[in-house]
T-cell receptor
Framework: GQQVMQIPQYQHVQEGEDFTTYCNSSTTLSNIQWYKQRPGGHPVFLIQ?????EVKKQKRLTFQFGEAKKNSSLHITATQTTDVGTYFC????????????FGSGTQLTVLP | NAGVMQNPRHLVRRRGQEARLRCSPMKGHSHVYWYRQLPEEGLKFMVY????????ESGMPKERFSAEFPKEGPSILRIQQVVRGDSAAYFCASSGEYEQYFGPGTRLTVT
């Protein structure tokens, strides 16, 4: 079955430093989504990428979808304490209905 | 416009009891997904339902677990004869055009 791997599992950064999490799928994806889960909270949708090589930005967050549509990354510039949480990628396999396969997440800690 | 609702938010059960978790999707959504999350881990897909229909239950354990989404009322995830390993956060989500909206989750503790 489809597997989605995410690295690193944990990342501690000093406030102001950059942060990147990487996501790799065992199969080609029709699209990939990113979610953020604050400690004690529930996942919240951030963005969806659909096209090969697509890059989208949301303020300090930059999302990329690989050319082969099997990998993705999320980069945060100049982290803030409000960025603390776990970031999940979630991929939908080509031909799949609506199911998403979630990566294991990267837990970001931002030290003030 | 209410979001996805789950209840109870916290549930404590003794080993061998039954747990019933409820999920009401966002208004207008007819697709519901259930996920399990262990501490410090990711979201594990369990089951995908439409009204009165199970679309994909490939992530559900074969025994003790069942799910339904009746024509009227919330979706129910039922765990019979709970064991300590069932302790986890259970999230449901309903889907919009493409993204999933998650409920606040039910934290199940089995003592």
């Amino acid at each position: 079955g489809q597997q989605v791997m995410q690295i690193p599992q944990y990342q501690h950064v000093q406030e102001g430093e950059d942060f990147t999490t990487y996501c790799n799928s065992s199969t080609t994806l029709s699209n990939i989504q990113w979610y953020k889960q604050r400690p004690g909270g529930h996942p919240v949708f951030l963005i969806q990428l659909v096209k090969s090589g697509e890059v989208k930005k949301q303020k300090r967050l930059t999302f990329q979808f690989g050319e082969a549509k099997k990998n993705s990354s999320l980069h945060i510039t100049a982290t803030q304490t409000t960025d603390v949480g776990t970031y999940f990628c979630a991929g939908r396999a080509e031909g799949s209905a609506r199911q998403l396969t979630f990566g294991s997440g990267t837990q970001l800690t931002v030290l003030p | 416009n209410a979001g996805v609702m789950q209840n109870p938010r916290h549930l404590v059960r003794r080993r061998g009891q039954e747990a019933r978790l409820r999920c009401s999707p966002m208004k207008g959504h007819s697709h519901v997904y259930w996920y399990r999350q262990l501490p410090e881990e990711g979201l594990k897909f369990m089951v995908y339902l439409q009204k009165e229909n199970i679309i994909d239950e490939s992530g559900m354990p074969k025994e003790r677990f069942s799910a339904e989404f009746p024509k009227e009322g919330p979706s129910i995830l039922r765990i019979q004869q709970v064991v300590r390993g069932d302790s986890a956060a259970y999230f449901c989500a309903s889907s919009g055009e493409y993204e999933q909206y998650f409920g606040p989750g039910t934290r199940l503790t089995v003592t």
